[in-house]
């Protein structure tokens, strides 16, 4: 066990997640400097060419397991060997201002997002070039803090809506904290950008994008993805369960699309389908039927299970952490008075927001970030052949020793107003950065506070003994299996 692990169990607080693997020991840190001596100019750290099958199996098996040994062994800057395909390995806050803004313009998104496209077509977060640029000043105005504060109301509804059906179990009851999570997130988003209740589709929705995340991920594993994608897409295991899982969310989507388009239409845009359905491009055109269905499949996917999962690790820390839990709890109850949050309240609720903040560190949903280089670059004095893939994790940035203390320890203080001064403006990049960062950031904070405030003024989730859960790098970083918790009023 590192240093850090050990002052965390002894200060009370049980250690995260089971297999969360620890990257702040004191190894990381010796091998980080150590890294930085050998790296330059005798070449890149990195494991050797041999050792390519052995690691590519593994990361088949856990892609976030390799990266933290591949990062502990050979520090944050990491050349993988992948023959005919550069791949690189850069953890350092430093590197992600550098991919993701500074040279932003060398950078695309990578080929692993391949199956991912296959799945969402050319929505906001796979596209590229124009395509990308004109649909993202066609939709980046509904984001602004003004219209997504307006969306408060449709957050609380739903909210206290799944609240109302705890309130119909007996105390005791295990739940699915995942599960109600992206529920819930699924009927705001729903409602709030497409005017939908899909309170009766919203488990085949949820399970559906759960089957396609997870078979993206064993989609990515397989080689002949790259050079063939259909080929690839056909051999690898499960594709017609997938196949299946894309007409379920096909048909939702259809219905809700047509439905919308059917209607009378409505000149004052109140929500993302009004912007869609009315956008006149400059060259008089108008949305296509599919880039339509690419625009509400990707919103119906990035605006939920994204913001599910940091509620669910939050609920899981909380659990984890009773002294957090109570301060989390005084605090709405001395600031909001039962009352649910408006977003004006949030302001009043540091500890509410550095506890999400906090648990968006230790577990960002999106753990990895990946893109591809256009041209030659160097990064911190690694070189960068045009082509290659560099990934830039999230899960590892935020526990960069040379950014946070304790990078393992759950510390919300760290996020409380005026903490962190001194930190790297990269250290924290749970929503990316630069030009493809998160569109929905504001949409998710006010979310999240909201849905996590008015959770704790009426109930408390606790861990099943030993049910402390697993991490699913698919896609985004789920808690393995779910995560069941015990309900009880407060
Ligand atoms: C806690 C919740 C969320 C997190 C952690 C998160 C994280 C991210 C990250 C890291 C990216 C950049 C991906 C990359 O650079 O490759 C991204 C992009 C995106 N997110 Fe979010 N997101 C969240 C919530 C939302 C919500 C609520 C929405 C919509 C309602 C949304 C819609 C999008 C879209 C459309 C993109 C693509 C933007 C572009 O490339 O122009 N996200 N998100």
Redesign the pocket.
Known sequence: MSPESQDATRSGEPREAANSPDTSGGSARRSAADAARRALPGGVPGPPRRAAPGLLAAIGRDPLAAAIGLYREYGDRVRIPIPGHPLFLLSHPAHAEHV?VSRQDNYR?AATYKPLRIFLGD???TSEGAL?ERQ?RL?QPL?GYRRVSALQPVMVRNTEKTLAEWERLPDGRLVDASEAMSLLTLNI?GEA?FGADLTRPGARISSSVTGMQDFAVTAMRNPLLLPAPMLGLRTTPGYRRWRATVRAIDEVVERLTAERRAAPAREDERDLMDALLNARYEDGGQISDRQLRDEVV??LM???E??A??LTWALYLLAAHPSARERLEAEVDAELGGAPPSVADLDRLPWTKAVLSEA?RLY???WT??RNAVEDDEVDGVPIPAGSTVAVP?YLVHRHPEAWDNPEGFSPERFLPGGGAERHRHAF????SG???????T??LI??AVALAMIAQRFRLDLVPGGVPKLQPTVTLRPLGGLRMVLRRR
């Not at 030009?435 to 950031?441: E, K, Q, S, T, Y």
């Open positions: 993701f998104k929505g906001l977060v990308w993202r939709i984001f988003v950008l990707t919103f990035a605006g939920h994204t913001s999962t940091t968006m960002p949903p999106f970030l990946e999230p990049i749970p929503f990316g030009r493809r960062g998160c569109v929905g950031n949409f998710a979310e999240t």
